[in-house]
């Protein structure tokens, strides 16, 4: 399995690399983004169809063609606001997302003509459609006012925060964590998730000195954004942990050899992405 894991993970991260520079080439508006909006426009059906069928193994009413309808009407609603000049509008667009997809979930479950778990499916979708649909925005709208390599490095820092966890837990983990939701997770591991999140930070900071200011990471920015974006990191994988245990699955698929699914690949980027681009704006000159 670690074997399969290391293999995965550097194919992974190759990739990923490419796909950042020829983003780099690319732009959306001023900026980059061009790229990665259309590798979001694949990724997030895929990952909101992962995410409906574990909510139907939680016995909630998740049909996978609707939330993935509503998925996709939060991320074009997200992608169209960064594409307004006008701050107000691109906020307003922005929030019609999320009620647009509320209004076309309950509308979908309610066409059915069953009314048995309808608002809960309604709101399980939502829910759903916001963390695979409307979170990968803030990434897009770091890519734009930041570029493509430092908003690459903050993804890579979030990853690191994963790795770390594991092979620190690997190593020294002997107390459980969080037994009854994720029984491999060490306080130890979460240490080093934090301590490998910090130093990640720190380099990408020291990395990015000299850039132009709106892609230059301060140092403290660095190392406290490292350290939150390993803890936020967490948090999005003890998330779909969540959902995964109440539904009575490993994995949220098997799309990725060694991994799972597409969602335990992006639980926690997707979850990190609005802590990162606010050390973005905090954090850099721009």
């Known amino acids: 399995m ?12 190759g990739s990923f690399l490419g796909l950042v520079w020829l983003d780099d080439q690319c732009t959306i508006r001023d900026g ?5 909006a259309a590798l979001f426009a694949i990724l997030i059906p895929l990952a909101a169809a992962e995410a409906a069928r574990l909510g139907r193994d939680c016995g909630i009413r998740t049909p996978t063609g609707l939330t993935v309808i509503v998925a996709l009407t939060m991320f074009l609603a997200g992608v169209t606001s960064l594409l307004v000049s006008d701050p107000t509008l691109a906020a307003g667009l922005a929030m019609l997302g999320p009620a647009a ?28 459609a916001i963390w695979t649909g409307l979170l990968p925005v803030f990434w897009l709208s770091a890519f734009r006012d930041h570029g493509a390599w430092l908003v690459a490095g903050l993804v890579l820092v979030v990853k690191s925060g994963d790795i770390g966890a594991y092979f620190t837990g690997m190593a020294v983990g002997r107390h459980k964590l969080i037994p009854w939701l994720s029984p491999k997770k060490t306080i130890e591991g979460g240490i080093g998730a934090l301590l490998f999140g910090g130093l990640a930070g720190a380099g990408l900071a020291a990395l990015t000195a000299g850039q132009p200011e709106n892609m230059s990471l301060s140092m403290t920015a660095g190392v406290v954004g490292g350290v939150s ?32 699914g597409i969602l335990d690949v992006l639980d926690s980027p997707l979850v990190a992405g609005p802590v990162a681009w606010l050390i973005l704006r905090l954090g850099t000159g721009g």
């Open 2 to 13: 670690l074997r399969q894991r290391l293999i995965t993970g550097s194919i992974l991260i």
């Open 32 to 36: 980059g983004g061009m790229v990665f």
């Open 229 to 260: 974006l390993a803890f936020v990191g967490g948090l999005g994988d003890l998330l779909e942990s969540l959902l995964k245990r109440a539904a009575g699955a490993k994995d949220s698929g098997s799309i990725v050899p060694g991994m799972g």
């Open 101 to 128: 997809g509320f209004a076309i979930a309950s509308i979908g479950l309610a066409a059915t003509r069953r009314i048995e778990g309808a608002f809960m499916g309604a709101a399980t979708i939502a829910g759903i």
